[in-house]
């Protein structure tokens, strides 16, 4: 089941993709100042580790991503990217010795995949 979160300190939406060492995981799907199209145009595959125990994040959370979301990454990222930002198993794909490398506020997936 996919989760999704509303960070309302950057105005950012994202995906949980799974935990592991006491940490969530999670996938970027809207960028910082999404009103701007160079922050929409500059936008990799953000993975980022939270270390969600003793927040209050469940009222940000939702299961399904709201539909103006969703369509708002459709018309930046263009379709077959915005399925993918919210249905693809990142998480199997992560490689956590190059995550701990590459951690730095999030990590480019591409950086931190599985060989």
């Not at 990454?73 to 919210?86: F, H, I, P, T, Y």
Request: hydrophobic share 45%; net charge neutral; proline share 3%.
């Amino acid at each position: 089941m996919n989760k999704f979160r509303y960070i309302p300190y950057w105005g950012t939406w994202r995906r949980w993709i799974g935990e592991w060492a006491g940490l969530t995981y999670e996938v970027e799907l809207t960028p910082i100042n999404p009103t701007s199209d160079f922050f929409w145009d500059n936008m990799g595959i953000r993975i980022f580790a939270c270390d969600l125990k003793g927040s209050n994040v469940k009222k940000d959370c939702v299961n399904l991503l709201p539909a103006h979301v969703f369509q708002l990454m459709v018309d930046k990222l263009g379709g077959q990217r915005a399925n993918a930002l919210v249905a693809e198993d990142f998480f199997a794909n992560i490689d956590f010795d190059k995550f701990k490398l590459h951690n730095n506020g999030g990590a480019d997936f591409f950086k931190i995949k599985k060989d």
